[in-house]
């Protein structure tokens, strides 16, 4: 334990220093020995791919830009589109073509024509037990009763991510000659699924129950079928790391799976196309062990995300009197475990958004392979004690009413009391106007004669009876 720690601060260091010369050189650094990337793993998969979530990094692959049929892992697209285009509470209403148009044998719930469910209901039914009738009746939904307005969105957003070689026409996956994608695509697709919160909740889900429906008078259990995350129909595949995804299976498309897994400080998503039953999860788990354990994740915001002034110059027509420094978010790099960082170059991308907080992007490259990146960002803060409540509220400031205290004037203001005091003394010392202390004299007290003499009551009634009697 001990060392781990030793070995991850001893890294983090040399990932500041490293990271400080590169910047103030302005150059990227070359050193003589030719970098390594780790490839000695492989899959019985035709395609396959892991990808870190956070910044995009390839850290395996085998043959990722060769087409191959998705199957039911396109429903992680479908599900994303619904999320970004309807409320969960919205209710999705079955029709004829959903229940009927999705072939005898496809996954299903046995959903009924006219049945209402929420679009949340759909949602987890499509993830989780990969029902085809509610993917395709919230394709319907979405796309406003037309399917083919939602798969022109499909691929709309598809291309939007950054897909080449990718194209849709269903929501559900069911076999199309115009329906392909690749594991690079599919891995896009994936990593933008799984920065939406509800996605990611859904896909990490287990087990759910659709309360009755207007068809349907008893609940319906759904369960997820992905082997590495559930314990549905057995155990020999669970993986600890595992947080969701999603399975896929046709004839023509082979098994096909998607896989998030997090573990030190890493998200890796994975990606096997056109594979074999038997074989996808046992191919899925060796990539990611073989990823977790060759490679090490870097945060430049908290390890080297310390002023960059020196490339300032390198990023375009910009303010060189503004401090730069790395935004907090989106600043990782993926780096193999031998690897040291000094051995990775860099290169600036200037902001085409002059409106922009952000100068531009520093980009990583390790034996070249891009690793990750940062943002630049100017530094707001000024040099003064109270930043955010001493400036207008239309210029990022507050409308707090606040006082500034100048802890110099205040100073010079006591020295100058304290100085006055001393001089009014020694002053009236000298006039003999100050009484010092006298010792106490010892004088004898005066002592009083008692106004009245207390006398004995007795004796003074005795005398009254006398003058009586007399």
Not at 37 to 44: F, I, Q
Not at 398 to 417: E, H, M, Q
Request: charged share 25%; hydrophobic share 35%.
């Amino acid at each position: 334990m001990h060392n781990n720690k030793l070995k991850k601060l001893i890294n983090r260091v040399i990932a500041v220093a490293s990271l400080s010369a590169m910047v103030l050189a302005g150059t990227a650094v070359t050193v003589n020995a030719a970098p390594v990337w780790p490839s000695n793993v492989d899959t019985e998969s035709n395609a396959a791919i892991v990808m870190e979530a956070e910044t995009g990094a390839i850290l395996y692959e085998k043959n990722i830009d060769v087409q191959h049929y998705p199957a039911s892992i396109t429903k992680i697209l479908t599900t994303l589109l619904a999320i970004e285009n309807c409320n969960l509470n919205e209710v999705v209403t079955f029709s004829h073509d959903s229940v009927f148009k999705n072939g005898g044998d496809s996954s299903h719930t046995g959903r009924d024509e006219g049945e209402q469910m929420t679009v949340e209901q759909c949602l987890y039914a499509v993830m989780l037990e990969s029902c085809n009738e509610s993917a395709y009746a919230v394709a319907e939904h979405v796309g406003g009763g037309d399917i083919n307005k939602f798969i022109t969105m499909m691929n709309d957003k598809a291309k939007e991510l950054g897909c080449k070689n990718t194209h849709f026409s269903n929501p559900n996956g069911l076999p199309d000659p115009n329906h392909y994608t690749t594991a690079r695509d599919m891995a896009l697709i994936s990593k933008a699924a799984y920065e939406n919160k509800l996605f990611d909740k859904i896909t990490g889900t287990k087990t759910y129950t659709i309360p009755p429906t207007n068809k349907h008078a008893e609940p319906t259990l759904l369960n997820n079928h992905h082997a590495m995350l559930n314990f549905y129909q057995t155990n020999k595949y669970l993986y600890d790391p595992c947080v969701g995804g999603k399975t896929g299976y046709t004839q023509d498309a082979g098994a096909t799976l998607v896989t998030y897994a997090k573990k030190d400080g890493m998200t890796l998503i994975a990606v096997t196309l056109n594979g074999q039953t038997s074989s996808y999860y046992v191919d899925t788990t060796n990539i990611l062990n073989y990823c977790f354990d060759n490679f090490t994740a870097y945060d430049l915001s908290s390890e080297a995300g310390a002023y960059v002034d020196g490339i300032v110059g390198k990023l375009g027509s910009l303010n060189n009197d503004k401090k730069y420094i790395m935004r907090g978010e989106n600043s990782t790099v993926i780096l193999p475990k031998t690897a040291d960082f000094s051995e990775a170059t860099y290169k600036l991308v200037p902001s085409t958004d002059s409106n922009s907080d952000i100068a531009g992007r520093i980009q990583y490259y390790y034996a070249d392979r891009f690793v990750g990146s940062a943002d630049l960002i100017f530094e707001k803060g000024e040099s003064v004690p109270y930043p955010f409540h001493n400036i207008d509220s239309d210029k990022g400031g507050s409308d707090i009413t606040f006082f500034r205290f100048d802890y110099k004037v205040i100073l010079i203001i006591l020295a100058g009391v304290l100085a006055t005091y001393i001089i009014i003394r020694v002053a009236r010392a000298k006039s003999g106007t100050i009484l010092l202390k006298k010792k106490r004299r010892k004088d004898v007290k005066r002592k009083r004669k008692p106004r009245y003499t207390v006398i004995d009551r007795n004796r003074n009634r005795n005398r009254r009876k006398r003058r009586r009697k007399w």
